[in-house]
C-alpha cells in the first residue's frame, strides 16, 4: 500500500461572495476591448451563487452553448466576453501561481483557446502594433518592437523579483508594482487580448503576495485601468508631453490602500492633443517615436557631419 505523501488536492473556492466579487471583475474587464457580457451569462453566474454547480461547470456549460449557435446568430456576439469573463473566473478561483513570463503565456492560451486565431492564442506577436486611442484623440502608444518582447519581459521580471513589499502598501510600493504593471503592458506581449491577460496576472500575483485586495476598481473602472496605462506611456517631446503614471497611481491606490479617490470624475484625455481637435498623421507619430527615442537628433548630427565632410572633400 503506497504510503500517504502528505498532499492534498486544492479545491475550488468555495466562498460564494468571493466567487461574485470575481465572476464581476471578469465581466468588468471585458469593456477594455468594448465588450459586453449576455444575460445568458447572467444565469448561468447565479447558478453558481447558488451552489448548483461550481465555476468548472459553468465553463463547460457556456462552451457548449456557443458551440450550438450559429455564428450568424445575433448572440454569438457575446462569445468572447461570455467565454473569457468564465475563465477568468476560473483562474481566479484555482490561485495556482508562479512568478514568470511563462504564466502570462499559460494565462493568455487558456482565456483566448478556441476565441482567437491558433496562431495568436498563448505566442507572443511577430508584428509590430498601432492602435488608435481615444483618449490620445486618435494617437497610438509606441509599443515595444516584437523581436525584443522576450528580453524586455524578463528584464521587467528579474527587476520586479527584486522588489520586496511590506503591508499596509505605501505609495512608493503601490508606484513599484504599477510601473511594473504598466512596464509589461507596454511591452504588448500579445496580438490581441494583453490587457485582460495583465490585470489576470496581477490579480493572481497580488494573492500570491498574500495580500487582500479591493476589486471594486477592476469591477467598475475597467476602461479606466486601460486608458491610465495609456497615459502611462504616451510621449511626444514636439508637444511636451511625457508620461503620465498619476493616473494609475490612483487606480492602484484604490485597490491597494482602500483610497477612495473618485475615478469617474477623472478625464484622463491628453489635453495638448485636443486643442484643435486635429488627429495627427502616421507620419507626426513616427516622427514622435523617433524622438523620443533620440534617433531623429542623431540623424540630424549624421546630416551635418555629411555635409561638413562634403565641404572639406570639395
Not at 508562479?98 to 486565431?117: G, Y
Not at 498623421?281 to 533620440?294: N, P, Y
Request: hydrophobic residues 30%; contains cysteine; aromatic residues 10%.
Amino acid at each position: 500500500m503506497r504510503k500517504d505523501d502528505g498532499y492534498k488536492e486544492l479545491p475550488l473556492n468555495s466562498d460564494l461572495q468571493k466567487r461574485k466579487d470575481y465572476w464581476e471583475v471578469a465581466k468588468g474587464l471585458q469593456k477594455t476591448d468594448g465588450l459586453e457580457t449576455s444575460q445568458y451569462l447572467e444565469t448561468i453566474i447565479a447558478d453558481t451563487l447558488t451552489g448548483k454547480y461550481d465555476t468548472s461547470d459553468a465553463n463547460e456549460k457556456i462552451g457548449k452553448y456557443y458551440e450550438e449557435i450559429n455564428p450568424s446568430d445575433s448572440a454569438y456576439e457575446n462569445k468572447e466576453a461570455d467565454i473569457t469573463a468564465a475563465r477568468i473566473t476560473l483562474i481566479l478561483e484555482r490561485g495556482g501561481f508562479k512568478f514568470s513570463p511563462a504564466t502570462l503565456r499559460t494565462i493568455h492560451t487558456e482565456l483566448f483557446h478556441d476565441v482567437f486565431p491558433y496562431k495568436w492564442v498563448g505566442n507572443f506577436r511577430t508584428v509590430n502594433l498601432t492602435k488608435e486611442e481615444a483618449v490620445l484623440n486618435g494617437r497610438s502608444v509606441q509599443y515595444a518592437d516584437y523581436g525584443a518582447i522576450q528580453d524586455t519581459l524578463k528584464y521587467d521580471f528579474n527587476e520586479e523579483s527584486q522588489t520586496r513589499y511590506s503591508l499596509p502598501f505605501t505609495s512608493e510600493q503601490v508606484a513599484a508594482l504599477g510601473k511594473f504593471t504598466s512596464n509589461i503592458w507596454q511591452t504588448h506581449p500579445f496580438r490581441e487580448g494583453n490587457t485582460r491577460t495583465i490585470a489576470t496576472f496581477l490579480m493572481l500575483y497580488l494573492q500570491n503576495l498574500g495580500v487582500d485586495i479591493n476589486n471594486e476598481p477592476f469591477k467598475e473602472h475597467a476602461q479606466y485601468f486601460r486608458d491610465a496605462l495609456v497615459r502611462g506611456n504616451y510621449s511626444s517631446i514636439r508637444e511636451s508631453i511625457h508620461p503620465d503614471s498619476s493616473y494609475l497611481q490612483l487606480f492602484f491606490e484604490n485597490i491597494l490602500m482602500d483610497a477612495g479617490h473618485d475615478l469617474e470624475v477623472v478625464d484622463l484625455k491628453c489635453k495638448e492633443l485636443f486643442v484643435n481637435n486635429e488627429t495627427p498623421s502616421l507620419a507626426d507619430e513616427s516622427r514622435d517615436a523617433r524622438e523620443a527615442s533620440g534617433e531623429l537628433e542623431n540623424s540630424k548630427d549624421n546630416a551635418e557631419r555629411n555635409r561638413d565632410d562634403g565641404k572639406e572633400k570639395r
